[in-house]
């Protein structure tokens, strides 16, 4: 399987979005914005379309348009600040609008689908050379932001109080999340991308471990989602996508059910593990 140059560019993307979505998921699930995660994956085929229909990248395309929309999410909560599912619709309405205005316009000259559903015989070496250049670029960011952004997630009035430039690290995160996203799309997909940023971040939450562990618990449940859904749709010739949120959400119940089970067994032996 290896052998086939396909499935090693398919593997070579999958790893650092493996490493790279749970890193942007575990910020946005500690804020609750997870639904943003929903929101601008799908803002993100608007991007696509665009640079399908001007001949160019669509990674590059979903990761102009998509930190765009993020910007615009930040720049409109300022203006609907008791309204922030509000936003979203408004983001959501002028994203999917302007990709089904273009694909229904027939200037496509290829088929959208493959991003909507992810397909790793799309991935190609212009695409590596980008995920490589926007993960490296989004890791970096994260490290020099570490502090300021756990801050902020936790509390983002005190982090506004003690001087942190909350509103400019906002701006910053929502292209972090654009990289993100548009590293993802080749493989997994539009419609169920953001599956990637949040789910291994919910199972790794019902370890109860601090936020470090935490974190490298979320990229050790997201390469083994991604890893088993990419070799398992190869065989079952499905698209990875799906099958990879498939696998997401069967990791977080087992995980879920064997933390169950550990509960029940530490009351039975009259140690009754934490709530």
Known sequence: MLSYT???????????????????????????????????SHASLAGITLALMSNQSPVLGAFVFTALSGALIEFLRGYFKRYSDLILSIVLALSVGTAITIISSGRLRTNADAFMFGSILTVTQTDIYLVLALSVFSVGALILLYHQML??????EAARVAGVRVKLIN?????????????????????????????????????????RK??????????????????????????????????????????????????????????????
Do not use: H
């Open 6 to 40: 396909f499935m090693q560019n398919a593997l070579f993307v999958s790893v650092f979005i493996a490493i790279l979505c749970p890193c942007i998921g575990i910020f946005l699930v500690l804020r609750r914005y997870s639904m943003i995660g929903d929101t601008l």
């Open 151 to 156: 801050y902020i997630a936790y509390d983002e």
């Open 171 to 211: 701006y910053v995160f929502s292209v972090l999340v654009a990289a993100a996203i548009s590293v993802s799309i080749r493989i997994v997909g539009v419609l169920v991308l953001s599956s990637m940023i949040a789910l291994p971040v919910a199972t790794a939450l019902q370890l109860e471990k601090g936020f």
């Open 214 to 275: 935490t974190l490298l618990y979320s990229i050790l449940f997201s390469v083994i989602d991604i890893m088993l859904g990419l070799f398992l749709s190869y065989y079952l010739n499905v698209a990875p996508g799906g099958f990879t949120a498939l696998v997401s959400v069967a990791m977080l119940l087992v995980v879920m059910s064997a933390k169950a089970i550990r509960t029940r067994i530490q009351i039975a032996r009259g140690k009754p593990g934490r709530a």
